[in-house]
């Protein structure tokens, strides 16, 4: 298993729908939890940061963190086209401290 | 405050020739990371410093070798670039090592021919 899997291909919403982004993790004991957006030809920006079970809310961007079941998601509500991007999940590893990062989800925002 | 500088932007090099991908902080923080993104293969850690006066290995060390010149900067040096090693340099910091958020430089963009 991967250490972190991200396995949606590109999402396409329309503009002001909810994207929803769905990460896995491996490792049981980790505790530190990121989404990070990159544009093209960018590098990665840190969007939100998740440590605790259940929602972390900041403005359009909610964070969800089931640590039971191994796994984090985003939702991106109101969707606009600047969020057109892809996102990564990553997780900081239990056993040597690593940032793993997830291949990314494409998201495509259609006005 | 700038945040997480590199230089250079674009480089283009031949196989067998050296070069050095520089990088630096502002953000007074203690640790430092080479990071290299691959199409199909995310990001993957080459080194990092935990703090000034430490370097250790990533997942994808060959080939590299590393520098902290002092808390703000973090050198990464290329002895004999190999077609291999073309890809986008990614340079971060943290305040520390284990659970804290990495902030990313803007990258540089190596083609080895």
């Known amino acids: 298993q991967k250490e972190v899997e991200q396995n949606s291909g590109p999402l396409s919403v329309p503009e002001g729908a909810i994207a929803s982004l769905n990460c896995t993790y491996s490792?049981?004991?980790?505790?530190?939890f990121f989404w990070y957006r990159q544009y093209s030809g960018k590098s990665p920006e840190l969007i939100m940061s998740?440590?605790?079970?259940g929602d972390k809310e900041d403005g359009r961007f909610t964070a969800q963190l089931n640590k039971a079941s191994q796994y984090v998601s985003l939702l991106i509500r109101d969707s606009q086209p600047s969020d057109s991007a892809t996102y990564l999940c990553?997780?900081?590893?239990?056993?040597?401290?690593?940032?793993?990062f997830g291949k990314g989800n494409q998201v495509v925002v259609i006005p | 405050n700038a945040g997480v500088t590199q230089t250079p932007k674009f480089q283009v090099l031949k196989t067998g020739q050296s070069m050095t991908l520089q990088c630096a902080q502002d953000?007074?923080?203690?640790?430092m990371y080479w990071y290299r993104q691959d199409p199909g293969m995310g990001l993957r850690l080459i080194y990092y410093?935990?703090?000034?006066?430490?370097?250790d290995k990533g997942e994808v060390p060959n080939g590299y070798n590393v520098s902290r010149l002092n808390k703000r900067e973090f050198s990464l040096r290329l002895e004999s670039a190999a077609p291999s090693q073309t890809s986008v340099y990614f340079c971060?910091?943290?305040?520390?090592?284990?659970?804290?958020?990495?902030?990313f430089g803007p990258g540089t963009r190596l083609t080895v021919t």
């Open positions: 971060a910091s943290s305040l520390s090592g284990g659970g804290y958020e990495q902030y």
């Open positions: 490792d049981r004991g980790s505790q530190s």
């Open positions: 998740i440590y605790s079970n």
């Open positions: 990553a997780v900081i590893l239990y056993g040597n401290n690593r940032l793993a």
């Open positions: 953000m007074n923080h203690n640790s």
């Open positions: 410093s935990a703090s000034e006066g430490t370097t």
